[in-house]
């Protein structure tokens, strides 16, 4: 069905987090933490905005709009409104509201609350404007936006060296991964031609039939696992729980991490259902599941725990999305859902435990329920959900899922393999999510560093009302799958599809069965967690290296080769700056033709008239008197006499402007160059042995060589007289001159002219610093320099 344009309201919409950054900050000087109530109003009324196409998703439409950006790359601002963007839609913006005001309550007299209102909402922009981008480019652009933005919240703690690191770790973790999609994209736009994605899910097989399928794969997947904290990339998002608590929340439940499922999801009609596809994710993603379980079982600290989670969730939904069967996709989008859900309100139930009663160590907390009961109530709510216990919406996905990976015959052994890892990372999750929702609200009350009571409104308000949505779902199976799971599930196959969702299995099969399996197995490990905690750390301490460390290791052997590097070019010295200059210069143009094959045919001697001939030979005469000449002073003023040839070159060939403009240039550099080389402390001969002067040589003749060629290459070309004939017609008519030249640099290209005359003038006041900062004899460790007259006198006085 071909995507109907609408109007640019929701153009806005993605724009509108953006404004609200930019007035975050003097309404939180003025509101206080109170400023989160109408703040709150932006992303409400975004979610209210993309409500409105729930009805009209679900019956299978898809919708465009778009404003021009950059038209000349072809560069729109342009959203793609189907059934998975609006979901992502709906979650960012819905969530975002509960993250706003959580976050007035939770940085509540923080002296940057301000600022980090203001880094929010330009986290919240950058996501919406990457699930809802259409154009390749701009969704490009924001993908990056979000690592970026992601850097300022992660970091926004600045003075703790924690921070600033796990900031830096995640943007150089993302901020690569980007680049990768980036060219990916560029690839699929030099296959397809297209750059709307829109326009390429209408014909889902042109990557597949390419010839460049496997490089898209392969640059698609390095963004899409490192945004998604895939293995072994997984290790940047624990750290990342150094950013406070609202943005842990906002981060693991509908945001950054599940761009890079959204981009797996977005791009299986195009790259999806392939041998690569179904054997690459599958390994990956099952991986990441059990990695992120085991490393969460480690843990003491709640937000560890839960981001660990999350690696594993991430993990999960690879591994169904890699699986290209209806049913499993079916299942990972019911899990997306519900992940967000639990995940949001447990974030959120850890940060206001740690806000209240002054730590997050579970091995610290206990008896909490009666200090805390709303948060124990979310907890406990979201916990069940995330352990996929019915009637929440958790229990549903985990059945859906069970049913996919138990009937996906094409796959084989993988397949089997697929259920079992499902099984194993459900029930950890599940031992997780135990200890979360029961370890800090049972047992006998535990003294802890705060007096620990419940939380004011705004930080209760979220983790309620998200665990609460989580069971209401799970109630009312059947609408969730007609209105959000069905419009998501046919946007990753290409087609329409409606799906019918039920609470109560309607016969005891596979997925009961392994449901059942699950459940028991996680009750059994939950109570062992303290022996399969020390088992697990005596592991990892045997094992001692990790991807983590790793990282370290190679930003420590990048900087360590930079400075290398930078000890071996940047000698301080102008000779060698100029020699590597121009053997780059050698390379870019002489590289190309020596790759291609391909150089221009020497042109035909011309018939020269006498005078003629005589001018080259003052030129190459010119060029002999450089060579030879003995002294640096006689090398400069013979280099002129190759600069006067070209002036009556110029002249004879009806030039004369630019004769005149070449006798000055050649007068006034010969000029300049002679004065400064008498102000300078330079040696007067050029005492260079004889191996750097054959190096030197050769570069010169490298440049020589390879600009004549490129030279020669250009006037063999066909001209093109289009800026010609608009200069001849227009001069006169609009720059009100006849002389064309002229008229060109200061009129047609001013700016140009203004440049360079700047550029001239920094020259100049450099060279001027130069001579007037020249070293002078410290006369407590050098003599005074003699005077030319009794230097003479003493030469006189030795003969």
Partial sequence: ????????????????????????????????????????????????????????????????????????????????????????????????????????????????????????????GAMLGLVLGNNLISLFIFWELTSITSFLLIGFDHLRAASRRAAIQALVVTGGGGLALLAGFILIIASTGEIEMSVLLSSPDIIKNSGLYLPIFLLVLGGAFTKSAQFPFHFWLPNAMEAPTPVSAYLHSATMVKAGV??????HPLLGDTELWTTVLPLFGGVTLLVGTILAVRQTDLKLMLAYTTVASLGLLVMLTGTSHEKALEGAVLYLLAHSLFKGALFMVA?????????????????????????????????????????????????????????????????????????????????????????PFF??????????????????????????????????????????????????????????????????????????????????????????????????????????KGFDQSISGIVSFAAWLTRLVQTGKMQTYMLLTFVFTAIAVLLPG??????????????????????????????????????????????????????????MFGAPDLSFTQFMVETLSVVILALVMTRLNLSPRDHRSLPARLVTGVVAVAVGLGLTLTLLAITQQPFDRTLSDFFTE???????????????????????????????????????????????????TEPEPQSAQTAAKQTAEVR
């Avoid at 839609?89 to 980090?116: D, E, V």
């Avoid at 449901?515 to 020390?534: H, Y």
């Avoid at 003995?630 to 002036?647: D, H, K, M, P, Y």
């Avoid at 002229?742 to 020259?763: H, P, S, Y």
């Fill in 594 to 651: 020596f790759l291609t094959g391909s150089y221009p045919a020497m042109p035909k001697l011309p018939d020269y008239r006498f005078y003629e001939w005589g001018i080259l030979l003052i030129a190459v005469l010119g060029l002999i008197a450089v060579l030879v000449a003995r002294t640096r002073l006689t090398a400069i003023v013979s280099l002129g006499i190759q600069g006067f040839a070209v002036a009556l070159i110029f002249m």
């Fill in 262 to 267: 959204y981009m797996l999801m977005r791009m």
């Fill in 351 to 439: 940060g206001t435990i740690d806000h209240e009663a002054g730590t997050r160590d579970i091995t610290k907390l206990g008896g909490l329920r009666r200090a805390m009961p709303f948060t124990f109530a979310a907890g406990c709510l979201a916990g069940l959900s995330m352990a996929g216990l019915p009637p929440f919406i958790g229990f549903i996905a985990k059945e859906i899922l069970y049913y996919g990976t138990s009937n996906i015959g094409d796959l084989g052994q993988l397949g089997v393999m697929i259920t079992v890892v499902a099984v194993i990372g459900n029930a950890l999750m599940l031992v997780i999510a135990a200890a979360v929702a029961i370890k």
């Fill in 1 to 124: 069905m071909t995507p109907a344009v609408i109007d640019d309201t929701t153009l806005y919409a993605v724009l509108a987090p953006f404004a609200a950054a930019v007035v975050a900050p003097f309404l939180t000087r003025w509101l206080k933490h109170n400023a989160a109530w109408p703040l709150a109003l932006v992303p409400a009324l975004i979610f209210a905005h993309f409500a409105g196409f729930i009805g009209p998703v679900s019956e299978g439409q898809t919708f465009v709009a778009a404003k021009a950006w950059a038209p000349s790359y072809v560069v729109n601002f342009s959203v793609y409104v189907d059934g998975l963007s609006t979901l992502f839609g709906l979650l960012i913006s819905g969530i975002g509201t509960f993250i706003i005001l959580y976050a007035g309550g939770y940085l509540k007299g923080h002296p940057q609350q301000g600022r980090f209102f203001s880094f929010l909402f330009l986290f919240m």
């Fill in 730 to 780: 227009f001069s006169r008519s609009i720059a009100h001159g006849r002389n064309i030249v002229n008229v060109i640099l200061v009129d047609f290209r001013g700016f140009d002219t203004l440049g360079e005359i700047a550029v001239v003038v920094l020259a100049g006041l450099c060279v001027l610093a130069l001579i007037r900062i020249r070293t002078r004899p410290d006369p407590e």
């Fill in 443 to 548: 047992g006998p009350p535990v003294d802890t560093p705060k007096h620990a009571h419940e939380g004011p409104i705004l930080l209760i308000a979220g983790p309620v009302l998200l665990s609460v949505t989580g069971i209401i779902l799970g109630l009312i199976a059947h609408t969730t799958g007609v209105l959000f799971v069905g419009p998501t599930l046919s946007s990753l196959l290409g087609e329409f599809k409606q799906i019918d969702l039920h609470l109560i299995p309607t016969k005891f099969n596979a997925p009961v069965i392994l449901s059942f399996i699950t459940v028991g197995l996680g009750i059994a490990l939950f109570t062992q967690i303290d022996k399969l905690r020390e088992l697990i750390a005596a592991a990892l301490k045997a094992i001692g290296w990790g991807p983590d």
